[in-house]
């Protein structure tokens, strides 16, 4: 069984569209985050949630709107999706936020 | 903002010669830790380091922690085509250190 998993692992989209890249984790951990890594592979947070309440918010633009409806999972969905949206987004967790963080595979956003 | 600077970017080395992968920062980190990252998955955790002058081994790969703990190498053996991939350091981060920060990554390849 896949501890981190995410999808869709791959998703090409229009300009302007709005979607949703699902995460669930089976590690019974109580924190989890999103990461977004860019094309030159810099991997930056950009939320991270502790028994599904917000903790860690960077400078995302509000397009992006993660949601937590149990510990389990953390869909992160967005709006208007721009040109340099076009990255790979990571989910992680892992059991406090100061403990080895497990990452899913990831998944590969195209806007065009 | 505490900043993680990876040296090398890249690496391109043939099978069974040694490298070594460097990450520097002007800030004490608390710990440090190094992940691997294989071509389209997520970044898979190595190791921790906590001790200043620290000195860690796994098989092949050595880490060190600078005695300041502001560095960390990591040093490879006689490395093999399946050591290939992205190596990122990372090290706790924000006023709460719940906030892994990542460095730029050294992308490597041993070449057969």
């Known amino acids: 069984d896949t501890a981190v998993s995410q999808t869709p692992k791959y998703l090409v989209t229009q300009m302007g569209n709005d979607k949703s890249i699902k995460c669930e984790q089976n590690l019974g951990h109580d924190t989890m985050y999103w990461y977004k890594q860019d094309s030159k592979k810099f991997l930056k947070i950009m939320f991270s949630?502790?028994?599904?309440?917000?903790?860690i918010n960077e400078t995302v633009p509000n397009r992006f709107s993660p949601k937590s409806p149990d510990k389990a999972h953390l869909n992160l969905h967005i709006n208007s999706l721009e040109l340099g949206d076009s990255a790979v987004y990571f989910c992680?967790?892992?059991?406090?936020?100061?403990?080895?963080?497990?990452f899913g595979e990831g998944s590969w956003l195209t806007v065009v | 903002t505490q900043l993680l600077e990876q040296s090398p970017q890249f690496l391109s080395i043939q099978e069974g010669e040694n490298l070594t992968v460097y990450c520097n920062s002007s800030?004490?980190?608390?710990?440090l830790q190094w992940y691997r990252q294989e071509p389209g998955e997520g970044p898979v955790l190595l190791v921790t380091v906590v001790t200043g002058g620290e000195v860690k081994k796994l098989k092949r790969l050595t880490f060190q922690f600078g005695d300041a703990r502001k560095d960390s190498s990591l040093h490879i053996t006689a490395a093999q085509p399946g050591d290939t991939g992205l190596y990122l350091c990372?090290?706790?981060?924000?006023?709460?250190?719940?906030?892994?920060?990542f460095g730029g990554g050294t992308r490597v390849l041993v070449k057969p």
């Open positions: 800030s004490v980190f608390s710990s």
């Open positions: 949630y502790n028994n599904k309440e917000l903790i």
């Open positions: 990372a090290g706790p981060g924000g006023a709460a250190g719940n906030k892994l920060t």
């Open positions: 992680a967790s892992s059991q406090g936020a100061r403990n080895t963080i497990y």
